[in-house]
């Protein structure tokens, strides 16, 4: 339970919550107190008691990292965020992806999306609908060269057409399954098949918020 905050802690919350949001991360304690015009003692003692209150944490007791918290002293979603690329084209050699094949950016809750390096890419066409994964999309892929049977992958097909199907591996082709009856399994030679990401989640396009 959070215990409320004085005028004045509440002056210094509103301050850092603003700051993180413009910058994602706090500011430092020096310069807190310098944009508050008050001493760095003062803005100290503001942020242990405020901690001691349950609105923020602190990685480490010396830290100047510092974490606002919600109600229930879970980290405030404006700590989280964090931006990956939309990328336009698929090659290989992921996750060594050049600036020019950017096609915008997303943003995801870090706190869900821990994974190294992830990508989005655009879906075009509904087959992976049964899966859930509609036309416009963003999968969000973990860069992957590697699958297991069953996983849904984005793999490039002769170096050039990137699909995102859902992987299986015989003993003399890959098998690479829609999730839409409309249309047929593609079957594979091995040297025609680079995995080059693992879906590990979706931001719904405008076909699915309709």
């Given at each position: 339970?959070?215990?409320?905050?004085?005028?004045?802690?509440?002056?210094?919350?509103?301050?850092?919550?603003?700051?993180?949001?413009?910058?994602?991360?706090?500011?430092?304690?020096?310069?807190?107190?310098?944009?508050?015009?008050?001493?760095?003692?003062?803005?100290?003692q503001?942020?242990?008691a405020?901690?001691?209150?349950?609105?923020?944490?602190?990685?480490?007791?010396?830290?100047?990292?510092?974490?606002?918290?919600?109600?229930?002293?879970?980290?405030?979603?404006?700590?989280?965020?964090?931006?990956?690329?939309?990328?336009?084209?698929?090659?290989?050699?992921l996750?060594?992806?050049?600036?020019?094949?950017?096609?915008?950016?997303?943003?995801?809750?870090?706190?869900?999306?821990?994974?190294?390096?992830?990508?989005?890419?655009?879906?075009?066409?509904?087959?992976?609908?049964?899966?859930?994964?509609?036309?416009?999309?963003l999968?969000?892929?973990?860069?992957?060269?590697?699958?297991?049977?069953?996983?849904?992958?984005?793999?490039?097909?002769?170096?050039?057409?990137?699909?995102?199907?859902?992987?299986?591996?015989?003993?003399?082709?890959?098998?690479?399954?829609?999730?839409?009856?409309?249309?047929?399994?593609?079957?594979?030679?091995?040297?025609?098949?680079?995995?080059?990401?693992?879906?590990?989640?979706?931001?719904?396009?405008?076909?699915?918020?309709?």
């Open positions: 339970m959070q215990l409320p905050p004085t005028s004045r802690q509440q002056q210094v919350l509103d301050y850092l919550r603003q700051a993180i949001a413009n910058s994602g991360r706090a500011p430092s304690l020096r310069r807190a107190a310098a944009e508050l015009g008050v001493s760095h003692a003062a803005i100290a503001i942020i242990k405020l901690e001691e209150k349950g609105h923020l944490k602190r990685e480490g007791r010396y830290s100047r990292r510092i974490y606002l918290l919600n109600r229930a002293r879970q980290t405030e979603g404006s700590h989280r965020w964090r931006e990956i690329p939309i990328i336009g084209r698929v090659t290989a050699g996750p060594m992806y050049a600036q020019n094949e950017w096609n915008g950016s997303t943003v995801l809750d870090a706190a869900v999306f821990r994974g190294q390096n992830l990508f989005a890419l655009r879906i075009r066409g509904d087959s992976m609908k049964n899966a859930g994964i509609l036309d416009g999309d999968a969000i892929c973990e860069p992957r060269q590697y699958a297991r049977n069953g996983e849904i992958v984005v793999a490039l097909i002769h170096s050039e057409e990137a699909t995102v199907k859902r992987f299986f591996l015989h003993k003399d082709h890959i098998e690479l399954r829609p999730e839409n009856a409309a249309y047929p399994s593609m079957r594979y030679e091995f040297a025609e098949v680079l995995v080059q990401g693992k879906l590990v989640g979706l931001q719904r396009g405008p076909e699915g918020i309709k």
